[in-house]
C-alpha cells in the first residue's frame, strides 16, 4: 500500500491540497497544472480503496462532490511525513 501510495506523485499532491482545503475535484484539476481529470480519478479511488480518502456526495443542485482525508488517512499520511523527513535527512548527510 505504501509503495503504491508513495510511487504516484499525485497521491501526495492531493493530500496537500486537502490540507490546504481544497476538497472538490474540479477545484484540484484548476489548482495543480499537469493533472488530468482521468488520472485525478484514478488516484482518489486508490486512496478511497485503501481508506485513506472518503468520498462525500451532497443532495444539491447541481451535485457537489467533496473528498475528505479519514481517521486512518491522517495517521497513514503523519507516516509518510516521517518517511519524507527520514529520506530529506539521509539526503543531507550524503
Known amino acids: 500500500m505504501v509503495e503504491t501510495i508513495y510511487g504516484c506523485k499525485w497521491s501526495l499532491t492531493v493530500y496537500q491540497l486537502l490540507a ?6 474540479g477545484e484540484m484539476v ?8 482521468k488520472v485525478l480519478n484514478e488516484c ?3 486512496n478511497m480503496e ?9 443532495d444539491e443542485s447541481p451535485p ?7 481517521a486512518f488517512g491522517r ?3 503523519r507516516i509518510l511525513d516521517e518517511l519524507e523527513a527520514l529520506q ?7
Open 20 to 25: 490546504n482545503g481544497i476538497n472538490r475535484p
Open 30 to 37: 484548476r489548482s495543480v497544472e499537469g493533472l488530468t481529470t
Open 44 to 46: 482518489l479511488r486508490r
Open 50 to 58: 485503501f481508506g485513506i480518502l472518503e468520498r462525500e456526495s451532497y
Open 64 to 70: 457537489r462532490v467533496e473528498y475528505v482525508v479519514t
Open 75 to 77: 495517521k497513514f499520511i
Open 88 to 94: 530529506r535527512e539521509i539526503a543531507s548527510e550524503l
